[in-house]
């Protein structure tokens, strides 16, 4: 854990009292909020563009060692609907990591056995940008481990717009009728479809930065995904703050609305 001391201005990274265990429970899918690049730039008195660009780096080692823990599928969110706003110059810097980062990273990806995937609004990213990805989805396809998944011009309230939109089509073509309508129809109908349906809905969900909310991601997808904030900025989130909040999940008491294995046993202790 990140712990703020005031004598000496800075954040310092303090033993975790819950100990990572490699033998325990590994989320077989973690999604992240990369967040704090701004700020990370700013405390530096650099252009914010530099904390993205710092946090392609953290990309490439959370990727890494994601995939040697054993996680299955690891969803990042890199760009939401919301972040068009942005200053015209950021965007384009946002629009061109992608290219940079599948352009050196690729080779080690294939070397990791790891498959590239995307979602969100593709079609509204630049020509070069889909380029990149497309490229980087046709070289990886034949990878068996972990997924990489972007969201790249991504938000979960139009992906569910959009998934009810298709039902609904489905439903006047008289290919679904109503009763047909149930929670595995329209988790296949959303952007995460495409993964085997244990690996649809993370099991542990990372934000960085202190910021404590979902920002239009997954909202379906993380109905009892364990969540997990940390102050740590995105560009220094390390090998370190992963097994901590891999720890904090094993540490985790998951009921699905149920009750403790124990208590079904008649031990309510
Ligand atoms: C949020 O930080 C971060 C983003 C909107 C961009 C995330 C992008 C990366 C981490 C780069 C990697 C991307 C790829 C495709 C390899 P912020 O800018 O909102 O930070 P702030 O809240 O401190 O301003």
Redesign the pocket.
């Known amino acids: 854990m990140l712990r703020f001391f005031p004598q000496k201005n800075k954040y310092i990274q303090e033993k975790s009292e819950l100990r990572f265990n490699s033998d325990g429970p590994i989320p077989q899918h973690i999604a992240i909020i990369?967040?704090?690049?701004?700020?990370?730039a700013q405390n530096r008195r650099l252009p914010?563009v530099a904390?993205?660009k710092e946090?392609?780096e953290?990309?490439k080692k959370v990727t890494k060692q994601a995939s040697r823990l054993g996680v299955k599928v690891l969803t990042l969110y890199?760009?939401s609907t919301e972040?068009w706003k942005r200053p015209k110059d950021e965007v384009s810097f946002?629009m061109q990591?992608?290219v940079d980062?599948f352009d050196t990273f690729v080779p080690e990806l294939i070397k990791e056995n790891v498959k590239v995937h995307v979602i969100g609004y593709e079609d509204l990213l630049p020509e070069h940008t889909q380029d990149a990805v497309k490229r980087a989805i046709e070289q990886t396809k034949d990878n068996t481990g972990m997924v990489l998944n972007?969201a790249l011009n991504y938000g979960s309230r139009a992906e569910i717009v959009t998934a009810v939109k298709a039902i609904a089509t489905e439903v006047r073509n008289e290919e679904k009728s109503i009763e047909e309508i149930d929670d595995t129809l329209i988790a296949e109908h959303l952007m995460t479809g495409f993964l085997p349906t244990e690996l649809r809905d993370p099991e542990l969900v990372i934000r960085t930065?202190g910021e404590e909310r979902i920002s239009n991601f997954l909202l379906w997808q993380l109905a009892y995904s364990e969540l997990y904030f940390t102050k740590a900025?995105?560009p220094d989130f390390d090998g370190a703050h992963l097994e901590e909040a891999i720890a904090s999940f094993q540490n985790r008491d998951r009921r699905f609305g149920g009750v403790k294995n124990k208590e079904k046993e008649g031990d309510q202790s």
Do not use: E, I, Q, Y
Not at 34 to 40: A, H, K, S, V, Y
């Open positions: 990369m967040d704090g690049n701004g700020r990370w914010r904390g993205h946090g392609m953290t990309v890199a760009f972040n946002l990591l992608p980062f972007f930065s900025l995105w």
